[in-house]
């Protein structure tokens, strides 16, 4: 029996007979009409016989990996299936339509009465993306429905549909869908059919089984190069074949054409095209061949976004141009906001639909564009966006960034005196990076620390105003870098200052760099390299009159005398430094040097000087505020205290300066104070207490990677077991910067101490 409203295009179907073969009507008063409508049939006749339709194209030829996705695919279309979808989503070129096709074939025995399959054309350049009437008349007619009878309507054709497969069990392959309105006219009514749907998109609205695609491992990556290229090529250079899959970002679509592009080109060495690719304006170009483009891939992504966010405040394709701009690995609310001259609320809206459309990826509140897409955005701005619109927004990012490094900075030295900082006090983007502690700012600077550094190496190479920068930024992060024990990149970012101050021709910023580049090459055991920077930088602050700079060269020129064992020109030079910090009345800085004349003269043994240095600079660090300096500077004084014989003075110091590096997370002097504080109880014959305060030192330094800190402390346990001190160090250019710690840990410890 059938409900009053089944078509009588489903009755025909459902029950396999002809039109002319159904009663046009049991009403008497129509009985006229029966002699000549009804006509002899076939009783056996069927309208559309159920056809088994076999529309799976080839599976790929070449696949590697998504072991545990194929896995998870078979399980979710399998028998005891919950839902009749499964959809897998992604960035063009991840593989889905390779992967559906494969996990398909794999299971199409489970589906007796055949396969359907379409491609949507939701990506596909220059098409549009197929209407679900289209498809539905494909399938109905694929299902054995005579073209004439197939429905005009799309909700009657959709009906039509459902009820065909109602009592089949057909595997429906929908690839490449654009959105949930294209696919849910396309989808069977019974849990007999299976569905397995790709999309870019991730069709969150629809009931199924849903799952993300994204790049190859890097062991699949260099199998499917290998598998394309020839297993030969990549093992006979495996260095560049590594090289080659992370330029294509292990995306199997890049890889792909790569490895056609070895394999097609007996000429072309593995090293020349890694070569060619490293070029970045180029990389787009050679990822290319025949019907195969990742900027293709990447343009139908681009198309599709709106002009307009739903609000009517964004345009989400000039955000993704903007987004280009800059070579971060991740971007945060704050930053995009500055880079769209946006509310943060305005920009994590046009984020979300960018991040929708698989051209940005989203972890928590963080953003990561891969670099094939940025080089995308990069070609489109320069081809949309006037280069007066770019640096402007380039200079509203960049302005964010250094106000929250400036802000971090004097958060964890408070009263630190930084170069430019009246430039930033009323740009609206420099405090949009909220911190209110040290704790907040150094972790803020521990999650950027990689971007800041690429902004860096980008910024050099810009145009004015863009490529201060990086000047700024050596400035604002002199303190940071070398606490935390990050000396290449310290390094790295004293020599791209010293190209820029030297291109703008600014002698001071030139001046500056070079005395940074002497500080870390004394640190590093280089003091000839050390003394050649200082001493340039010094001529050319002196000439110049920069008397901040000077006292800042004479200061480093002090703890490199200190480092080769000239006590004599240490004093010289500090004393030097410390009379002109107090010419410009910049108590902060004074205290600082004072700090680090007694750091240099308790390495040469002069801890009377060193006494006299530690007392004042301590006082000027509490009447400052600095608490930080002041943990320094007790953790040293605590040294000077031990040299003179005053243990309980000594101990007391060390245990307030432990406790404040504690506070403002500089493990770099945590470890220093817990070797002090070994040497201490070491002294008073507390051998269970050194070795333990050593053992920590030495796990401190493991974690660092401070390898000469380690094998500092491991030489202090030892002490700390014999209640002695063992095999005296001299040499001063093992690791500059503990040279007053070694010379405290070398000194010998009182032969009535007890033995606790």
Not at 192 to 217: Q, Y
Not at 226 to 249: W, Y
Request: proline fraction near 4%; hydrophobic fraction near 45%.
């Amino acid at each position: 029996c059938f409900s009053e409203q089944t078509t009588a295009y489903e009755l025909m179907v459902v029950t396999g007979v002809q039109a002319c073969a159904i009663p046009i009507c049991a009403d008497p008063a129509l009985d006229w009409t029966r002699q000549e409508t009804q006509v002899p049939v076939d009783e056996g006749a069927s309208l559309s016989p159920r056809v088994a339709a076999r529309q799976l194209p080839t599976p790929p030829a070449i696949f590697v990996g998504r072991d545990a996705i194929i896995a998870d695919l078979e399980t979710q279309l399998g028998a005891n299936r919950a839902f009749p979808v499964t959809a897998i989503n992604g960035a063009g070129g991840t593989g889905k339509s390779a992967l559906a096709l494969l996990v398909s074939h794999r299971i199409v025995d489970r589906f007796p009465d055949g396969q359907l399959y379409v491609d949507l054309q939701g990506d596909r350049v220059g098409l549009a993306p197929l209407a679900p009437s289209e498809v539905l008349g494909r399938f109905l007619r694929a299902l054995g429905t005579p073209p004439s009878l197939v429905p005009d309507s799309a909700d009657e054709a959709a009906a039509l549909y459902r009820s065909m497969l109602s009592q089949r069990s057909v595997l429906i392959l929908l690839d490449n869908a654009v959105d949930v309105g294209q696919v849910r006219p396309l989808l069977p009514g019974s849990l007999m059919c299976g569905v397995l749907l790709t999309s870019r998109r991730a069709l969150s609205t629809l009931d199924a089984h849903h799952l993300k695609l994204g790049p190859l491992t890097e062991p699949e990556a260099l199998k499917l190069l290998a598998d394309c290229a020839g297993k030969q090529q990549v093992s006979a250079d495996p260095a560049t074949a590594q090289t080659i899959v992370r330029f294509c970002e292990h995306v199997p679509l890049a890889i792909r054409i790569a490895g056609a592009r070895l394999s097609g080109d007996a000429g072309l060495s593995m090293a020349e095209f890694g070569r060619r690719l490293a070029v970045e304006r180029r990389r787009l170009d050679l990822l290319q061949l025949d019907d195969l483009a990742v900027r293709a891939c990447f343009q139908t992504s681009y198309q599709a976004l709106g002009g307009l966010d739903q609000t009517g405040h964004l345009d989400a394709a000039l955000a993704f141009r903007r987004l280009g701009l800059l070579r971060v690995s991740h971007l945060t609310p704050p930053v995009v906001a500055a880079l769209l001259d946006a509310s943060v609320e305005e920009s994590e809206n046009v984020m979300g639909q960018l991040a929708a459309a698989r051209l940005i990826d989203q972890d928590d509140h963080r953003w990561r564009m891969h670099d094939l897409l940025r080089l995308f955005a990069i070609e489109l701005a320069d081809h949309e966006d006037p280069p007066q619109q770019q640096a402007q927004a380039l200079q509203r990012a960049l302005t964010c960034y250094l106000g929250a490094v400036r802000r971090s900075s004097s958060l964890t030295r408070p009263g630190q005196s930084l170069d430019g900082e009246d430039e930033l006090a009323d740009l609206p983007y420099a405090d949009l990076i909220r911190m209110t502690s040290a704790a907040e700012g150094t972790a803020w600077l521990e999650s950027e620390r990689a971007n800041l550094m690429g902004l860096a190496r980008q910024m050099a190479d810009a145009a004015e105003p863009l490529c201060r920068f990086t000047l700024r930024l050596s400035t604002a992060m002199r303190m940071f870098l070398p606490l935390r024990g990050y000396l290449a990149d310290w390094e790295e970012l004293c020599v791209l200052s010293l190209q820029v101050a030297r291109r703008l021709k600014i002698r001071a910023a030139e001046a500056v760099a070079l005395m940074d580049l002497g500080a870390i090459a004394q640190r590093t055991g280089r003091l000839t390299d050390a003394i050649t920077h200082l001493n340039n930088a010094l001529t050319i602050a002196t000439v110049d009159g920069h008397v901040s700079t000077q006292a800042g060269i004479s200061s480093y020129l002090g703890s490199t005398y200190a480092a080769a064992g000239e006590g004599d020109m240490t004093v010289a030079a500090y004393d030097q430094a410390i009379a002109l910090r107090r010419q410009i009345g910049d108590d902060a800085s004074t205290a600082i040097t004072l700090t680090n004349a007694g750091i240099a003269c308790t390495a040469v043994n002069l801890f009377a000087d060193a006494a006299r240095y530690i007392d004042e600079s301590i006082k000027l660090k509490i009447a400052g505020g600095n608490r930080h300096g002041e943990g320094v500077a007790r953790i040293v004084a605590a040294g000077t205290y031990l040299a003179q014989g005053c243990g309980e003075e000594a101990l007391s110091s060390v245990n307030i300066g432990l406790g404040l590096c504690q506070e403002f997370g500089d493990r770099h002097n945590v470890w220093i104070a817990l070797i002090v504080r070994a040497t201490i109880h070491r002294h008073a014959g507390r051998r269970l207490d050194s070795a333990h305060d050593a053992e920590q030192a030495a796990r401190i330094c493991r974690e660092n990677g401070d390898s000469a800190g380690e094998a500092l402390a491991v030489r202090q346990l030892h002490s700390a077991n014999m209640l002695t001190h063992v095999a005296p160090t001299t040499d001063r250019t093992w690791y500059p910067g503990l040279a007053w710690v070694i010379a405290l840990t070398n000194l010998p410890c009182p032969t009535t101490a007890s033995q606790i």
